[in-house]
């Protein structure tokens, strides 16, 4: 197989397991042994191990972000800017990418075998939420041997997790990327979660989460649950452009109830699809997981959360499309971050693409990452990473 | 009054920017509002070392201060102080801004609140060509870098070094430095700057009340 001339080319998953004999103790006070993460890493370490940024990813993501694996004709999630020249430039930095904890590419969540019982986990999976699975990501690179990441970057969840590391492992990283992201899960964000769970839950064939023995899989539910979603990725106007009011095969109006907008074609067909991609329990973790993340909680303000984390640079990047994670969340964590005197820039990019902007505007990204990383690894003189040995 | 450390140099600096990069102090804390492209900012940082931080409301000045490898945020200039802890910067700057806000005396005050002292710099509409404009064609006179009338989407004040002076008396602000340019020159003379000034630059702070 040929790859486009600026891929990393093939890349290979990889997993690490750990908390065999101490068990992972959870937010929640339960626990999970073992658990493990899948990943994967491209790039070089350089010899003081100064070049390593962490991706994180969104609620659907994976660890694979870029490249290919064997066999497969689409690259990871975040190809467009991780490899070689690209806004995280592979000659230049070591990318690490793991699945989040609960989710189904590889890391342990509910679909996960339960070494007591020999069966899926289900629903006797514990809740897990964003910090558990920052907590889990900062095992994965200590084991790696990374004292002190240079960057972690990511868009929505991701940005989350973002946010996390930098408030509450704020002596683990040097910059923080967060991108369409906010603080504070709000409660239009839970209202939106729980239909999609509630979809999920009303499919006679969930089951109550035990149905990976059965024939028949919560799709339907979970196709409604993706296609909720899918709107609220989505701009007024970028459906506008995208599909109008636009029929899809019929001439004129059928006057029954087969889906004939474009629009009503998309949202099946992206539906179906997730489903035989996606884990309804997984679904059920991971957005359970956003909902509960709220960074001021604890703390009684966002400044407070902050805290310790002024010695940190920030580029926070929002859209103003975006109606899912609104400009003013990231003005808000502007604001804060601000108050404890971090470095921080900040852009409202004026995109059309809702919240999928976050991974469509390319160029503008490109820019922003490439030149907010170049400063940092002038400032923090991160040497190169020696290449030769792994030139083939 | 005029204490210009270095002469003008820098030939990529505007002179009223170079007039401010000079009374900056080396390795500063500096916040620049309305930081455009971020020139003046990025040769702070180069030349005396400064921590510098910027506000900018456009994308594309963003975009290039960021380019840049500068720190800056999106925000009008509320926006940009009103997040700053007291005494965050020893100099923050406005320059040619004056006369577009609404509320000159509180974004002054609040610049003098964030930083020890505040670098503004403006038209000196008093200039004799200015006012021989107004005299000979009955028309109001275009100040340099200005937009022209009736051009630009947001109004701006004409006012003169005499009207900004009485100004900080009205608003209890010490002018602590004055420095005057004509044709990109620092002005020759000592005495009738309303008349031959061309731009003027002013460090301000806070009235020490005895």
Same mark, same amino acid.
């Given at each position: 197989?040929?790859?486009?001339?600026?891929?990393?080319?093939?890349?290979?998953?990889?997993?690490?397991?750990?908390?065999?004999?101490?068990?992972?103790?959870?937010?929640?006070?339960?626990?999970?042994?073992?658990?493990?993460?899948?990943?994967?890493?491209?790039?070089?370490?350089?010899?003081?191990?100064?070049?390593?940024?962490?991706?994180?990813?969104?609620?659907?993501?994976?660890?694979?972000?870029?490249?290919?694996?064997?066999?497969?004709?689409?690259?990871?999630?975040?190809?467009?800017?991780?490899?070689?020249?690209?806004?995280?430039?592979?000659?230049?930095?070591?990318?690490?990418?793991?699945?989040?904890?609960?989710?189904?590419?590889?890391?342990?969540?509910?679909?996960?075998?339960?070494?007591?019982?020999?069966?899926?986990?289900?629903?006797?999976?514990?809740?897990?939420?964003?910090?558990?699975?920052?907590?889990?990501?900062?095992?994965?690179?200590?084991?790696?041997?990374?004292?002190?990441?240079?960057?972690?970057?990511?868009?929505?969840?991701?940005?989350?997790?973002?946010?996390?590391?930098?408030?509450?492992?704020?002596?683990?990283?040097?910059?923080?990327?967060?991108?369409?992201?906010?603080?504070?899960?709000?409660?239009?964000?839970?209202?939106?979660?729980?239909?999609?769970?509630?979809?999920?839950?009303?499919?006679?064939?969930?089951?109550?989460?035990?149905?990976?023995?059965?024939?028949?899989?919560?799709?339907?539910?979970?196709?409604?649950?993706?296609?909720?979603?899918?709107?609220?990725?989505?701009?007024?106007?970028?459906?506008?452009?995208?599909?109008?009011?636009?029929?899809?095969?019929?001439?004129?109006?059928?006057?029954?109830?087969?889906?004939?907008?474009?629009?009503?074609?998309?949202?099946?067909?992206?539906?179906?699809?997730?489903?035989?991609?996606?884990?309804?329990?997984?679904?059920?973790?991971?957005?359970?997981?956003?909902?509960?993340?709220?960074?001021?909680?604890?703390?009684?303000?966002?400044?407070?959360?902050?805290?310790?984390?002024?010695?940190?640079?920030?580029?926070?990047?929002?859209?103003?499309?975006?109606?899912?994670?609104?400009?003013?969340?990231?003005?808000?964590?502007?604001?804060?971050?601000?108050?404890?005197?971090?470095?921080?820039?900040?852009?409202?990019?004026?995109?059309?693409?809702?919240?999928?902007?976050?991974?469509?505007?390319?160029?503008?990204?490109?820019?922003?990452?490439?030149?907010?990383?170049?400063?940092?690894?002038?400032?923090?003189?991160?040497?190169?990473?020696?290449?030769?040995?792994?030139?083939? | 009054?005029?204490?210009?450390?270095?002469?003008?140099?820098?030939?990529?600096?505007?002179?009223?920017?170079?007039?401010?990069?000079?009374?900056?102090?080396?390795?500063?804390?500096?916040?620049?509002?309305?930081?455009?492209? #971020?020139? &003046?900012?990025?040769? !702070?940082?180069?030349?005396?070392?400064?921590?510098?931080?910027? *506000?900018? =409301? +456009?994308?594309?000045?963003?975009?290039?201060?960021?380019?840049?490898?500068?720190?800056?945020?999106? #925000?009008? &200039?509320?926006?940009? !102080?009103?997040?700053?802890?007291?005494?965050?910067?020893?100099? *923050?700057? =406005? +320059?040619?801004?004056?006369?577009?806000?609404?509320?000159?005396?509180?974004?002054?005050?609040?610049?003098?609140?964030?930083?020890?002292?505040?670098?503004?710099?403006?038209?000196?509409?008093?200039?004799?060509?200015?006012?021989?404009?107004?005299?000979?064609?009955?028309?109001?006179?275009?100040?340099?870098?200005?937009?022209?009338?009736?051009?630009?989407?947001?109004?701006?004040?004409?006012?003169?070094?005499?009207?900004?002076?009485?100004?900080?008396?009205?608003?209890?602000?010490?002018?602590?430095?004055?420095?005057?340019?004509?044709?990109?020159?620092?002005?020759?003379?000592?005495?009738?700057?309303?008349?031959?000034?061309?731009?003027?630059?002013?460090?301000?702070?806070?009235?020490?009340?005895?």
């Amino acid at each position: 197989m040929t790859f486009p001339p600026n891929s990393i080319g093939l890349v290979q998953p990889q997993q690490f397991t750990f908390a065999q004999d101490e068990p992972f103790r959870l937010e929640s006070g339960a626990t999970l042994s073992p658990v493990t993460l899948a990943y994967e890493t491209y790039g070089t370490l350089n010899a003081d191990r100064s070049n390593a940024i962490l991706i994180v990813h969104a609620l659907s993501g994976s660890g694979h972000a870029a490249g290919y694996h064997a066999g497969d004709d689409k690259p990871g999630w975040w190809d467009d800017c991780i490899g070689p020249g690209k806004a995280f430039d592979t000659n230049r930095f070591f990318i690490i990418c793991s699945n989040v904890l609960g989710s189904c590419y590889g890391s342990s969540g509910p679909a996960t075998v339960d070494p007591a019982t020999g069966e899926p986990y289900g629903l006797r999976f514990p809740v897990i939420t964003v910090g558990d699975m920052v907590r889990a990501q900062a095992q994965l690179v200590e084991h790696l041997g990374i004292e002190q990441l240079l960057c972690v970057a990511g868009g929505s969840m991701g940005g989350m997790q973002v946010l996390e590391w930098a408030a509450h492992h704020p002596t683990k990283l040097k910059a923080a990327i967060p991108l369409a992201t906010t603080a504070r899960h709000s409660p239009m964000l839970i209202a939106l979660s729980e239909v999609g769970r509630q979809a999920i839950y009303a499919d006679p064939y969930w089951n109550n989460g035990a149905y990976y023995a059965a024939d028949k899989k919560p799709d339907a539910g979970l196709a409604v649950a993706r296609m909720v979603g899918h709107i609220t990725y989505l701009s007024e106007e970028s459906m506008h452009q995208k599909f109008g009011r636009r029929l899809q095969t019929r001439e004129r109006y059928g006057f029954d109830f087969q889906s004939e907008f474009a629009v009503e074609s998309y949202l099946k067909y992206n539906g179906n699809n997730f489903t035989r991609r996606f884990d309804a329990n997984s679904y059920l973790y991971v957005t359970k997981a956003m909902d509960y993340f709220d960074l001021s909680e604890e703390t009684g303000s966002l400044a407070a959360a902050f805290a310790h984390s002024g010695h940190l640079k920030f580029l926070v990047v929002s859209f103003t499309s975006d109606w899912l994670y609104p400009s003013y969340h990231s003005k808000e964590l502007v604001r804060a971050l601000t108050a404890v005197n971090a470095d921080i820039s900040y852009l409202d990019i004026q995109s059309s693409w809702g919240h999928d902007a976050f991974l469509l505007e390319v160029d503008t990204m490109t820019k922003l990452i490439a030149s907010f990383l170049e400063r940092l690894a002038q400032e923090e003189n991160v040497g190169l990473p020696d290449i030769r040995y792994k030139q083939k | 009054m005029t204490n210009l450390q270095s002469p003008i140099s820098n030939a990529t600096l505007r002179p009223d920017l170079q007039v401010v990069a000079d009374l900056v102090l080396p390795k500063s804390r500096v916040l620049d509002l309305g930081c455009g492209d #971020g020139s &003046l900012l990025a040769h !702070l940082v180069r030349h005396k070392r400064v921590l510098g931080r910027g *506000v900018e =409301l +456009s994308e594309a000045g963003v975009l290039a201060c960021v380019r840049r490898g500068l720190s800056v945020r999106q #925000g009008n &200039l509320q926006e940009g !102080l009103a997040d700053y802890p007291d005494s965050s910067f020893d100099f *923050v700057i =406005l +320059s040619q801004t004056i006369p577009f806000l609404n509320e000159p005396g509180t974004i002054i005050q609040e610049m003098l609140r964030v930083g020890k002292q505040a670098i503004v710099t403006f038209p000196n509409w008093g200039y004799w060509r200015y006012r021989l404009h107004l005299l000979v064609n009955g028309r109001f006179p275009q100040a340099t870098d200005y937009p022209p009338h009736w051009q630009s989407d947001r109004r701006w004040q004409a006012f003169t070094i005499a009207d900004f002076t009485e100004f900080c008396q009205t608003f209890n602000i010490t002018v602590r430095q004055r420095v005057y340019l004509v044709g990109g020159q620092p002005l020759k003379q000592s005495w009738g700057e309303n008349l031959w000034a061309e731009t003027a630059v002013f460090a301000l702070e806070k009235q020490v009340n005895k």
